[in-house]
T-cell receptor, first 114, second 112 residues
Framework: NAGVMQNPRHLVRRRGQEARLRCSPM?????VYWYRQLPEEGLKFMVY????????ESGMPKERFSAEFPKEGPSILRIQQVVRGDSAAYFC????????????FGDGTRLSIL | GNSVTQMEGPVTLSEEAFLTINCTYT??????LFWYVQYPGEGLQLLLK?????DKGSNKGFEATYRKETTSFHLEKGSVQVSDSAVYFC???????????FGKGTKLTVNP
């Protein structure tokens, strides 16, 4: 039973380009969460999605960042016009539902901005 | 707002030593508490959890007890191994919210 799959594992972009990060949740999981980990920091919540719905985006920067979780296919975290400060590890987690269900994490995408 | 404070690392121990990593939290109500472990280059794995006061979470020789009176959830292991070398994160989840709030992490290195 495959875990949470993220790709790519490493992504390099130049300033001003777009970055697209993908996350396929565990089988049977319909809830997806995105977190960002800056160097030497803990993970910070960004957004919580269910299929076709954004439930909580209180951690998303107001500009340039967006997320979706379509009916078919993986969840996408999109960063437009990247800047150096976007360099971080981005982790996706999934769970079968809300409440006391644990969140299972992928191995992350490490984004580097040149 | 909700927050988690962990002891600063790095922590370096010899194999078979006793481990304690302190974690305290600030939250309204009664959050669920978690310890996650991150091995190099990997994502976070849930190590243990506790959902109410006085609960003890345990896994792989690690333990942590939910102490409401001291708002703490300290991680302990009686005898660490080299394979326990990793970064450990304490986290909470407030009732009614699905977001995990993490501490900054504590890096543990165990030497043979």
């Amino acid at each position: 039973n495959a875990g949470v799959m993220q790709n790519p594992r490493h992504l390099v972009r130049r300033r001003g380009q777009e970055a697209r990060l993908r996350c396929s949740p565990m089988k049977g999981h319909s809830h997806v969460y995105w977190y960002r980990q800056l160097p030497e920091e803990g993970l910070k919540f960004m957004v919580y999605l269910q299929k076709e719905n954004i439930i909580d985006e209180s951690g998303m920067p107001k500009e340039r960042f967006s997320a979706e979780f379509p009916k078919e296919g993986p969840s996408i975290l999109r960063i437009q016009q990247v800047v150096r400060g976007d360099s971080a590890a981005y982790f996706c987690a999934s769970s079968p539902g809300p409440g006391n269900q644990p969140q299972h994490f992928g191995d992350g995408t490490r984004l580097s901005i040149l | 707002g909700n927050s988690v404070t962990q002891m600063e690392g790095p922590v370096t121990l010899s194999e078979e030593a006793f481990l304690t990593i302190n974690c305290t939290y600030t939250a309204t109500g009664y959050p669920s508490l978690f310890w996650y472990v991150q091995y190099p280059g990997e994502g976070l794995q849930l190590l243990l959890k506790a959902t109410k006061a006085d609960d003890k979470g345990s896994n792989k020789g690690f333990e942590a007890t939910y102490r409401k009176e001291t708002t703490s959830f300290h991680l302990e292991k009686g005898s660490v191994q080299v394979s326990d070398s990793a970064v450990y994160f304490c986290a909470l989840k407030q009732g009614g919210s699905e977001k995990l709030v993490f501490g900054k992490g504590t890096k543990l290195t165990v030497n043979p």
